[in-house]
């Protein structure tokens, strides 16, 4: 099973930046997803998620605020996050994850699956 998370890389602020996870090995049609991101010495904090491939719910961490915006193409495997109105903040490795348990979308611990991580860098 893989999660192969890309799209990261160095923007001015105001900027967007368009992740993809895509996911192989397996179907997840009953995990939910999410991405998550990490600053050094920090936890994972979550940032968007899905509860389900076909027909489940998306949740935002409240920082996004209508900034993100996240989407799934099942036909493909691939959950993204678009990213739009990037501030400095927002600088950090983004992961992409699945949880068996989707009900618990923004705990970190509840996912048994991880991509590898993309760096996002915004610039001030």
């Known amino acids: 099973v893989q999660l192969q998370a890309s799209g990261g890389g160095l923007v001015q602020a105001g900027n967007s930046l368009r992740l993809s996870c895509v996911v192989s090995?397996?179907?997840?049609?009953?995990?939910?997803m999410g991405w998550f991101r990490q600053t050094p010495g920090e936890e994972r904090e979550f940032v968007a998620g899905?509860?389900?491939?076909?027909?489940?719910?998306?949740y935002y961490a409240n920082f996004v605020k209508g900034r993100f915006t996240l989407s799934r193409d099942t036909a493909k495997n691939t959950v993204h996050l678009q990213m739009n109105s990037l501030q400095p903040e927002d600088t950090a490795v983004y992961y992409c994850a699945a949880t068996p348990t989707p009900r618990y979308l923004r705990f970190a611990s509840k996912y048994n699956y991880w991509g590898q991580g993309t760096l996002v860098t915004v610039s001030s």
């Open positions: 090995g397996r179907t997840f049609s009953d995990y939910g």
């Open positions: 899905i509860t389900g491939w076909i027909g489940g719910s998306i």
